[in-house]
């Protein structure tokens, strides 16, 4: 898989590519990243890439003729001439749809995915209405440029894709993952103790030593009991769910014994 990231600020990227699991699949040849500066773009001798926006207002659009050579440079062309299988460009902007791990998902199966950095004011809309087929946002917030949503989404995504991450089951058992019917892990013999989070938040997690700070690891976990810890684990997915993102609740993969354990939750006293 293949990220293009076309940016005024190029050296933005250059300590995430260089740490963590990016930088092991950099390495490996799992993931590729391509920074493109859009100044490179330009032909005047200040290199610009603004200009004041048409009907007043404040601050500077990105202007609509770099930002085209820059992306026929990358041999993407109008997107009413068809795109390339497997390949998507993407506006990052403030006005666009809000990213989610399903997005994500699907974005690690594309082949390629080329990213356009918003700055200033935003781009010249005409940009997005003939090459962009999707326009994302990371969150309801205002970000100085697209080049942190950039970071976010390559993450995001990079992580997902086949390989990449040392353990597979790690991508499925997290927040917001599948839900247990799309989970093929398993160890053969011995019954799961996680449940897959089918849309809820993560449970909480534990390590050694079994007490600090005055407090206990749940003796649930430490008694070897895989049903039990199961069982433990979604209900305490419903309730950090319910407690922080009771949102999520609506769209979630929820069966009949997690309905009856969110019901038990929600009466008892506060």
Known sequence: MRFEIVTIFPEFFAGFLENGVLRRALAEGLVEVGVHDLRASTHDRHRTVDDRPFGGGEGMVLKPEPLAEALGSLGIGLKAEGREAGTR?????????????????????????????????????????????????????????????????????????????????????????VADAEIETDVEGVPRSQHGAGGLLDYPHYTRPAEFGGLRTPEVLLNGDHREIRRWRREQQLRKTLANRPDLLEGAALSKEDRKLLEAIREEPV
């Not at 950095?117 to 935003?122: A, H, I, L």
């Not at 003939?130 to 969150?139: A, V």
């Open 89 to 177: 460009v993407i506006l990052l902007s403030a006005q666009g749809r809000r990213f989610n791990q399903a997005m994500a998902r699907e974005m690690a199966r594309l082949e390629r995915v080329v990213f356009i950095c918003g700055r200033y004011e935003g781009v010249d809309e005409r940009i997005n209405e003939l090459y962009c087929d999707m326009e994302l946002s990371i969150g309801d917030y205002v970000l100085s440029g697209g080049e942190l949503a950039a970071a976010v989404v390559v993450d995001a995504a990079m992580r997902l894709v086949p390989g990449v991450l040392g353990n597979e089951a790690s991508s499925e058992f997290e927040s917001f993952g």
